[in-house]
T-cell receptor, first 111, second 113 residues
């Protein structure tokens, strides 16, 4: 099993640009999670899906952030427009319940 | 409101000795607890877990202890090895209902040769 796959691994963009992060969960896992890690706030949950349906998006910081899961094998996290304070490492995780399995993360830098 | 707290941002231990990482939580509804380990440039990886019906769970060199009355858990690593140097995150959830994990801020463990 390849584990959770995230792309890109690194993204550098300019303020105001749209950023799309992608995630392929582990096959058979019915829950998918998007996290953001920063020095100030640690690892915080942004949104999670169960069976492709968004269950809790209370961690999404602003309307500039949106997430979709069109099918069981793919999810996106979009930031439009991006701002320098969005710079962080974004992790996707999937799980059957209980433990969550994390991808390698996308390091986003917004200049 | 930080529901899961790891008050020590860093810990340094000599190789071969015991490492003890601590975690406190405030939400009495949490009934399942996990420890994750994270190396630089990688995602967190699951290490060990414990449910609230137990007070101890052991897996090789790793043991997690849960004190429900104190809302405290700890991870013991013995003996500590250089490869254990990483950031350790404590996480908590409710078994019933929401699948979301609440993470602590992490503790950076350094094992010195």
């Amino acid at each position: 099993d390849a584990g959770v796959i995230q792309s890109p691994r690194h993204e550098v963009t300019e303020m105001g640009q749209e950023v799309t992060l992608r995630c392929k969960p582990i096959s058979g896992h019915n829950s998918l999670f998007w996290y953001r890690q920063t020095m100030m706030r640690g690892l915080e949950l942004l949104i999670y899906f169960n069976n492709n349906v968004p269950i809790d998006d209370s961690g999404m910081p602003e309307d500039r952030f949106s997430a979709k899961m069109p099918n069981a094998s793919f999810s996106t996290l979009k930031i439009q427009p991006s701002e320098p304070r969005d710079s962080a490492v974004y992790f996707c995780a999937s799980g059957p319940g209980g433990e969550q399995f994390f991808g390698p993360g996308t390091r986003l830098t917004v200049l | 409101d930080q529901q899961v707290k790891q008050n020590s941002p860093s810990l340094s231990v000599q190789e071969g000795r015991i490492s003890i990482l601590n975690c406190d939580y405030t939400n009495s509804m949490f009934d399942y607890f996990l420890w994750y380990k994270k190396y630089p440039a990688e995602g967190p990886t699951f290490l060990i877990s414990i449910s609230s019906i137990k007070d101890k769970n052991e897996d090789g060199r790793f043991t997690v202890f849960l004190n429900k009355s104190a809302k405290h858990l700890s991870l013991h690593i013995v003996p500590s090895q250089p490869g254990d140097s990483a950031v350790y995150f404590c996480a908590a959830k409710r078994i019933q209902g929401a699948q979301k994990l609440v993470f602590g801020q992490g503790t950076r463990l350094t094992i010195n040769p």
